[in-house]
């Protein structure tokens, strides 16, 4: 009797140590799915946030841009003929020259809003030039095409900060510019009319690495 009573004890003991040993492995587990559903939703309204953002970067005004879907870049609608291997702005007759400041205005003040609205986001705006092909240059000396196409583009960013727009001062410095010239090689090339593609190719998108780092900081 002595016996079988020493082991119902025995037996007793090992089931509340069990029980102790399942509860705590249970609240570890709770605590860890707890920190997991915290990490997911967190990550679902940061991405929430970027969605946003894109969206409303991409909804430029109709009648100066128009969307590329292919490439997801904007291609700026206006007719810009520079004269043969120029850059300068003055090639462009007065009205087209009257259309592109109002471009550069429209596009201006729609990162100006979002910058506003999401003032934690940082953007940056990519301003490319292009180059005709003709009698094949763009195999007898393609590095001649990305000088041209940049000093293009540099030319429209000069030619948009003349005119009052300088993207540089949006926000508080929100707005990183970076010019570049895709000579006879944008993927957003037309290949029904060569002339098209002295036209300038716009991208804007928002900082997503950098607003990510800005939240983890803020944790």
Known sequence: MKKAGFFWVSYADLMTSLFFVMLILYIISFAIVKSKQSELQAAADQLKEIESVQNAIENLDSRYYSFDEINKRY?????VHF????????????????????????LFYKIDSI??????VDYLLIIEGN????????????????RLSYNRAL???????????????????????????????????????EQNNKRFIIQVTSKVGKYFNKNEKNK
């Open 75 to 79: 291609k700026l609608n206006i007719d």
């Open 83 to 106: 004269k043969p291997n120029s850059s300068k702005i003055s090639d462009i007759p007065f009205s087209k020259r009257q259309e592109l400041a109002l471009a550069g205005k429209k």
């Open 115 to 120: 910058v506003k609205v999401n003032e934690s």
């Open 131 to 146: 180059a005709a092909r003709y009698n094949e240059n763009y195999i007898r000396d393609p590095d001649k095409g990305y």
């Open 155 to 193: 030319a429209l960013f000069n030619f948009w900060k003349d005119e009052g727009f300088d993207f540089g001062e949006i926000g508080n410095n929100q707005c990183e510019i970076i010019i570049a010239g895709s000579g006879y090689f944008s993927q957003s090339r037309d290949t029904i009319t």
